[in-house]
């Protein structure tokens, strides 16, 4: 069975463009996770979407947004790029939508650069 | 403000010792807590997992223990093995909410 998979793998992108991140889930799973992992740092909750409806948020400003499409893969738009938006995302799924207590399943990440 | 914290960035232990890995949070709301393991390279993988009404939850090699009163959560590895090796991060939630997550502990297990 295919686990999560995101793509790219490595974007670089400079100040102030649109980054474009995706994430396919496991199959059968209807619920997709954002984190961001910034250098140095833990991972930091940005998104949940379940069934295509955005779930929860974290406490990221709002140019940071995505959708969920209707064969659940999921899109993260990170617009305005900032210096500080370099970091690794990840992108997990999960099988019965009950997020945190659900086991979340995460893809490799998308290594974002901006210069 | 971090409500989950992992004080010890690294660990190093000799193959067949104990690992403690430990975790400290803030937030009296949490009532649910989980251990990843990350690989370089890879995203990461569940572990191990307890709920706020137990103090211990054991699953092979790896315990992990709750401490409410003193908000501090740790993680056993016994017997330690070389492909134990990793990035190891508590998390924490809320009412089944979102995760909040330490910063991670780079655990290294000496043949």
């Known amino acids: 069975e295919a686990g999560v998979t995101q793509s790219p793998t490595h974007l670089i992108k400079t100040r102030g463009q649109q980054a474009t991140l995706r994430c396919s889930p496991i199959s059968g799973h209807t619920s997709v996770y954002w984190y961001q992992q910034a250098l140095g740092l833990g991972l930091q909750f940005l998104l949940w979407y379940d069934e295509g409806e955005e779930r929860n948020r974290g406490n990221f400003p709002p140019r940071f947004s995505g959708r969920q499409f209707p064969n659940y893969s999921s899109e993260l738009n990170v617009n305005a790029l900032e210096l500080e938006d370099s970091a690794l995302y990840l992108c997990?799924?999960?099988?019965?939508?009950?997020?945190?207590?659900?086991?979340?399943?995460f893809g490799p990440g998308t290594r974002l650069t901006v210069l | 403000d971090q409500q989950v914290k992992q004080n010890s960035p690294s660990l190093s232990v000799q193959e067949g010792r104990i690992s403690i890995l430990n975790c400290d949070y803030t937030n009296s709301m949490f009532d649910y807590f989980l251990w990843y393991k990350k690989y370089p390279a890879e995203g990461p993988t569940f572990l191990i997992s307890i709920s706020s009404i137990k103090d211990k939850n054991e699953d092979g090699r790896f315990t992990v223990f709750l401490n409410k009163s003193a908000k501090h959560l740790s993680l056993h590895i016994v017997p330690s093995q070389p492909g134990d090796s990793a990035v190891y991060f508590c998390?924490?939630?809320?009412?089944?909410?979102?995760?909040?997550f330490g910063g991670g502990t780079r655990l290294m297990v000496k043949p």
């Open positions: 997990a799924s999960s099988l019965l939508g009950q997020g945190a207590l659900d086991t979340q399943y």
């Open positions: 998390a924490a939630s809320a009412l089944g909410n979102m995760l909040t």
